[in-house]
């Protein structure tokens, strides 16, 4: 949401200064290919990584814990 606002205010600042009428469209491209590389990065990150979730060997150290009693509850629901 937040970069929304920001390739807002970029575009419109782009095409108040610039002189060239195609100059916001580069800067459309520029935040689309970032966004798209930002996806990939993290992707690529998850799948090297291949990170595993804890919260059984927390759930099972502490039953009565509320992090147990709250995943109890987000199975349920």
């Known amino acids: 949401m937040l970069s929304a606002v920001a390739v807002t205010f970029a575009l419109v600042f782009v095409g108040r200064i610039a002189e060239s009428r195609s100059a916001p469209l580069a800067v459309a491209v ?3 290919m970032l966004a798209i590389s930002i996806l990939l990065v993290g992707d690529v990150g998850f799948a090297l990584l291949k990170p595993t979730s804890v919260i059984d060997e ?13 995943h109890v509850f987000s199975l349920k629901n």
């Open 30 to 32: 520029g935040a689309l």
């Open 58 to 70: 927390v759930i099972a150290a502490d039953p009565t814990s509320p992090l147990a009693v709250a």
